[in-house]
């Protein structure tokens, strides 16, 4: 999750939507917690990454649909 994360910071750049920074910052954090604190299985960061992909994804359409009007 912490790779993927940091992955996204050149996004806030490319497409001026500071959506990105807050996405990157909450899976960069979210790795870091569960490689820390968290349990053995992979599992949970999987489905911490769906939810939060599918969150922002809805999201990042809804923000572009504003911009759009």
Known sequence: MIVIG???LPFIT???M???SILAGLRVSIGVVLALYGPD???LGGWL???I???FAFLGH???FL???
Do not use: D, P, Q
Request: hydrophobic share 50%.
């Open 6 to 8: 940091m992955h996204y």
């Open 18 to 20: 500071k959506m990105f």
């Open 53 to 55: 992909l599918i969150t």
């Open 49 to 51: 990454t769906a939810i």
């Open 41 to 43: 299985v992979f599992r």
């Open 67 to 69: 911009e759009e009007k």
């Open 14 to 16: 490319l497409y001026g």
């Open 62 to 64: 809804y923000l572009v």
